[in-house]
T-cell receptor
Framework: DAKTTQPNSMESNEEEPVHLPCNHS???????IHWYRQLPSQGPEYVIH???SNVNNRMASLAIAEDRKSSTLILHRATLRDAAVYYC??????????FGQGTRLTINP | ETGVTQSPTHLIKTRGQQVTLRCSSQ?????VSWYQQALGQGPQFIFQ???????GRGNFPPRFSGLQFPNYSSELNVNALELDDSALYLC????????????FGPGTRLLVL
């Protein structure tokens, strides 16, 4: 399994952009990078995924380094509802999502 | 479109007992995966079912078993419960397999005394 490394916690202010980093130095060429988040007392929810190019959706943007050894999840204007644990996962086409410890994001009003 | 539902929401059992947790997948999804999440940890993959067959298993002992039914709903059974089995059990449904987005239910919180 490709290992991912994320900071344990990050803090930001409401309505400011948030950049959540993830290192995945052992990623292979066909591995996808997925981000999920888990709000308090809920199951994880899908945020975004990508392979090589940067990706945007209504929730966030995903910036993938050219060598694909790292990526950054970008929340453009954080709200209090974005406070959650964010998980970066590299999917190798196997039958499982391998979650790490994730980054606990705190948003200050 | 209904999302993934799980029952019960909470459960208390004693060591040595058996438990069955249930999951209804999202409409149209044919794949169900189960995860165990201990307090303060990320979820850990238990196994996946695709079209009623086990389609991958994590590092869990055989006393963790499962079923998937023709309507793609699923059960997780745990025999001979141990104190360390206390956790949030999450079910996720998807199409085909892991390259597709997984949709998680709210989980069942199991406490083993």
């Amino acid at each position: 399994d490709a290992k991912t490394t994320q900071p344990n916690s990050m803090e930001s202010n409401e309505e400011e952009p948030v950049h959540l980093p993830c290192n995945h130095s052992t990623i292979s060429g066909t591995d996808y990078i997925h981000w999920y988040r888990q709000l308090p007392s809920q199951g994880p929810e899908y945020v975004i995924h990508g392979l090589t190019s940067n990706v945007n959706n209504r929730m966030a943007s995903l910036a993938i380094a050219e060598d694909r050894k790292s990526s950054t999840l970008i929340l453009h204007r954080a709200t209090l509802r974005d406070a959650a644990v964010y998980y970066c996962i590299v999917i190798q086409g196997a039958q499982k999502l391998v979650f790490g410890q994730g980054t606990r994001l705190t948003i200050n009003p | 479109e209904t999302g993934v539902t799980q029952s019960p929401t909470h459960l208390i059992k004693t060591r040595g007992q058996q438990v069955t947790l249930r999951c209804s997948s999202q409409s149209g999804h044919n794949t169900v995966s189960w995860y165990q999440q201990a307090l303060g940890q990320g979820p850990q993959f238990i196994f996946q079912y695709y079209r009623e067959e086990e389609n991958g298993r994590g590092n869990f002992p055989p006393r963790f078993s499962g079923l998937q039914f023709p309507n793609y709903s699923s059960e997780l059974n745990v025999n001979a419960l141990e104190l360390d089995d206390s956790a949030l059990y999450l079910c996720a449904s998807s199409l085909v397999g892991f390259q597709e987005t997984q949709y998680f239910g709210p989980g069942t919180r199991l406490l083993v005394l």
